[in-house]
């Protein structure tokens, strides 16, 4: 399974600021998501990080507000701007590859905005 | 938008028991996972399945995909404190999207020595 790093595990800011997650993997993958877990919930899948074109958002995630970049397939962001408390959550990277349906996730990064 | 309901949503049990736990949908899926998340980290991958009626195990742990595509369940046997953590189900509608999952609400799995 690949190697997943998120930068930073965790942070605590300020409300109308922004934070921009960093994902790493030590492979090249097909596919790389983002997904949010609010305090003491399941996993909700934000958007699929496409290279080299815009990121695809599930529905209830608009791009101004977690805008997605992915320049090459080993290396994603996730930027979640204009930040308010209700953004507090653990934000996971996730991999795949096109048609493997295993999954594999970085560790987190645990945001708390106040 | 499709749901994965898993059930129970708490266990506590005594080292040593058995734990069983699933999840149903509504909805057809081709794949299912079954993660371990333990506090601070990202979810592990502990089994996965790709057909309907497959049965596999790793190690003390043992999943079926149901044969309807519409369910799943986990089994842990012999409980060991260390298993102690949240278990979540994860289904993937379709074969192209690699590791575009819907999950379930969570199992959280406690281990009394």
């Known amino acids: 399974s690949a190697v997943i790093s998120q930068k930073p595990s965790r942070d605590i800011c300020q409300r109308g600021t922004s934070l921009t997650i960093q994902c790493q993997v030590d492979?090249?993958?097909?596919?790389m998501f983002w997904y949010r877990q609010q305090p003491g919930q399941s996993l909700t899948l934000i958007a699929t990080?496409?290279?080299?074109?815009?990121?695809?958002?599930e529905s209830g995630f608009v791009i101004d507000k977690f805008p997605i970049s992915r320049p090459n397939l080993t290396f994603s962001t996730l930027t979640v701007s204009n930040m308010s408390p209700e953004d507090s959550s653990i934000y996971l990277c996730?991999?795949?590859?096109?048609?493997?349906?295993?999954?594999?996730f970085g560790q987190g990064t645990r945001l708390t905005v106040v | 938008g499709q749901q994965l309901n898993q059930s129970p949503q708490s266990m506590f049990i005594q080292e040593g028991e058995d734990v069983s736990m699933n999840c149903t949908s509504s909805?057809?899926?081709?794949?299912w996972l079954w993660y371990k998340q333990d506090p601070g980290e990202g979810p592990v991958l502990l089994i996965a399945?790709?057909?309907?009626?497959e049965l596999t195990s790793n190690g003390r742990l043992t999943a079926q995909f149901g044969i309807t595509r519409k369910d799943s369940f986990l089994n842990i046997s012999a409980s060991i404190p260390s298993d102690v953590g949240i278990y979540f189900c994860?289904?993937?509608?379709?074969?192209?999207?690699?590791?575009?999952?819907?999950f379930g609400q969570g199992t959280e799995l406690s281990v009394k020595p």
């Open positions: 996730s991999v795949g590859n096109w048609a493997n349906t295993e999954a594999f």
């Open positions: 492979s090249q993958v097909t596919m």
């Open positions: 990080a496409n290279q080299g074109s815009e990121a695809t958002y």
């Open positions: 909805s057809i899926f081709n794949t």
């Open positions: 399945l790709y057909k309907a009626g």
């Open positions: 994860a289904g993937q509608l379709q074969y192209n999207q690699g590791g575009k999952l819907i």
